[in-house]
Antibody, heavy 117, light 107 residues
Framework: QVQLQQWGAGLLKTSETLSLTCAVYGGSFRGYYWNWIRQPPGEGLEWIGEINHSGSTNYNPSLESRVGISVDTSKNQFSLKLRSVTAADTAVYYC???????????WGQGTLVTVSS | DIQMTQSPSSLSASVGDRVTITCRASQSISRYLNWYQQKPGITPKLLIFAASSLQSGVPSRFSGSGSGTDFTLTISSLQPEDFATYYCQQSYSSPWTFGQGTKVDIK
């Protein structure tokens, strides 16, 4: 059974860089796409981007200019960086795994990231 | 981007009720439509993928239907643990997008 565990800084100041990492335990790291999804307080879900084991990425155009996702296959981990954050980036950030059909069947526990001035 | 619109945004229902939630895509997405359940403070949980396939471990009272642009999630007999927010998500074309959610609460 695949399990995802994520971590990273939960409090940032405006203009700083958000940095989160997600570790994948069990299952096949190679067989999935590894995603980041966020949810502002009281709002819906927004897909940020994905990466596969070979490092091929795909980003949401709405965030593409500020986002970077990387992978470390030696540790079965992938990471998110979001530059120049503002209060609008305050959200719970989830890592998630998806297969070729694009549904998210494995999720991390979520990390609340708060951006303050 | 493909816009996903759910209706209603919220509904009140009683235990035992039949509940139907609708999701409409801004263009045809074939059957690339997935449904999630989220309870407050909890990670979303996949219920249905490919419009009508039940995820392993999900009770059979949940069902999905539709294709093209119009989809439905049905709960045949609402149980106390089903009070939650439900989201649809399209996996036809990147960027993958979600509906705004439908909150199901107790009448």
């Amino acid at each position: 059974q695949v399990q995802l565990q994520q971590w990273g800084a939960g409090l940032l100041k405006t203009s700083e860089t958000l940095s989160l990492t997600c570790a994948v335990y069990g299952g096949s790291f190679r067989g999935y796409y590894w995603n980041w999804i966020r949810q502002p307080p009281g709002e819906g879900l927004e897909w940020i981007g994905e990466i596969n084991h070979s490092g091929s990425t795909n980003y949401n155009p709405s965030l593409e200019s500020r986002v970077g996702i990387s992978v470390d296959t030696s540790k079965n981990q992938f990471s998110l960086k979001l530059r120049s954050v503002t209060a609008a980036d305050t959200a719970v950030y989830y890592c998630a795994g998806s297969g070729a059909s694009g549904f998210f069947d494995y999720w991390g526990q979520g990390t609340l990231v708060t951006v303050s001035s | 981007d493909i816009q996903m619109t759910q209706s209603p945004s919220s509904l009140s229902a009683s235990v035992g009720d039949r509940v139907t939630i609708t999701c409409r895509a801004s263009q045809s997405i074939s059957r690339y439509l997935n449904w999630y359940q989220q309870k407050p403070g909890i990670t979303p949980k996949l219920l249905i993928f490919a419009a009508s396939s039940l995820q392993s471990g999900v009770p059979s009272r949940f069902s999905g239907s539709g294709s093209g642009t119009d989809f439905t999630l049905t709960i045949s007999s609402l149980q106390p643990e089903d009070f939650a927010t439900y989201y649809c998500q399209q996996s036809y074309s990147s960027p993958w997008t979600f509906g705004q959610g439908t909150k199901v609460d107790i009448k």
